[in-house]
């Protein structure tokens, strides 16, 4: 691997594009191909005119797709990554998606002589944009190592998991626990909001007590206030997270008890037409079956300075 080398980013989405400025922005030279042309143009990343030209002008070729049927079509495609990439290059994939898959692709790639990393991340748009995600990682360690500089333009950390499919493995479990505390949160504010509390205060109180959570913490100081902080994943997103978590269970023989409550939570975002908005607006959709309940205005009926012990 060349000192410098050279980068590509196929999905320039709300995290391909931005990682792949971070990386731009770190020295590194990178192209990026997506599907869609505008997201291409608002990415402001110099851009292929295909997969098969990025991957010839990349060393490194990172994915940050949808799921694992696009990933699947772009490895698989006529002119996608299985038939362009050459010996000795390495394919990262930072998307959310299927393990079983993901351990598939590696054997494929590997039998090209390309390394193929399963890398889940966390943190979200606010992380990559600040470059300090998380990154768990399944495969060989010795591409992590030797691109720990390229890594560092984006990520505060990186765990290597172990075998191919560990990284995805890892993420689903993580995104599980994120996403049943968005949900839980956000049914407990909108009962909140119903009863008459000071949703400020509830928020202060839960960061003080056992219900503290990301949620809590990150999220809803910020939506109480109306920023329901765009940019991030989306409710289509995280029902597909779900699915994964659901479908790894059973393949693991672990009965989930809260898993298909929680997906039916963000289910029910999708189908009430918030399915391409950040998942935090899966609060909203509660609230619309809680009778319209929204936790903007209301009024604040504790004196902020005034707790008591
Ligand atoms: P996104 O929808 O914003 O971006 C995905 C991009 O892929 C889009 O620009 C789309 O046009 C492009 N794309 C779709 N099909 C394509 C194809 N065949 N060829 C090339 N490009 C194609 O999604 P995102 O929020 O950036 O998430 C990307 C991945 O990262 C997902 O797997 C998601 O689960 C995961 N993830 C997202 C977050 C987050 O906070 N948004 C956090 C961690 C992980």
Aim: include cysteine.
């Amino acid at each position: 691997m060349a000192d410098s080398p050279t980068t590509g980013m196929i999905g320039l989405g709300n995290m391909g594009g931005r990682i792949a400025r971070r990386i731009r922005d770190g020295g590194y030279p990178i192209v990026g191909y997506d599907a869609s042309p505008a997201a291409l143009e608002q990415s402001g990343v110099v851009a292929a005119a295909s997969i098969a030209e990025l991957v010839e002008r990349s060393d490194v070729v990172f994915l940050s797709l949808p799921d694992s049927h696009v990933i699947e079509a772009v490895v698989h495609g006529d002119d996608g990554l299985l038939a362009s990439a050459r010996d000795g290059q390495v394919v990262i994939d930072l998307s959310t998606a299927d393990p079983g898959s993901s351990a598939r692709i590696h054997g494929e790639l590997g039998s090209k002589g390309v390394e193929f990393i399963d890398a889940g991340i966390s943190g979200g748009a606010a992380a990559a944009e600040r470059g300090t995600l998380v990154i768990m990682a399944g495969g060989s360690p010795a591409p992590l190592a030797a691109l720990a500089a390229v890594f560092e333009t984006f990520s505060s950390a990186v765990y290597h998991m172990g075998e191919p499919g560990s990284g995805h493995t890892t993420k689903v479990l993580n995104n599980f626990l994120n996403a049943i505390a968005l949900a839980a949160t956000a049914e407990a504010m909108v009962a909140g909001r119903k009863a008459g509390l000071d949703l400020a205060q509830l928020l202060d109180v839960l960061n003080h007590s056992t219900g503290v959570n990301f949620a809590t913490l990150n999220r809803f100081p910020h939506v109480i206030e109306g920023d329901y902080l765009e940019g991030g994943l989306t409710n289509e997103l995280m029902a597909k997270d779900m699915r994964l978590y659901l479908a790894l269970l059973q393949q693991l023989g672990v009965t989930s008890f809260t898993g298909t409550a929680c997906l039916g939570a963000f289910d029910l975002a999708g189908a009430l037409g918030y399915g391409k908005q950040i998942s935090n607006r899966v609060v909203d959709a509660i609230g619309d079956v809680a009778g319209g309940v929204r936790l903007q205005g209301y009024e604040r009926t504790v004196d902020p300075g005034g707790e008591s012990r």
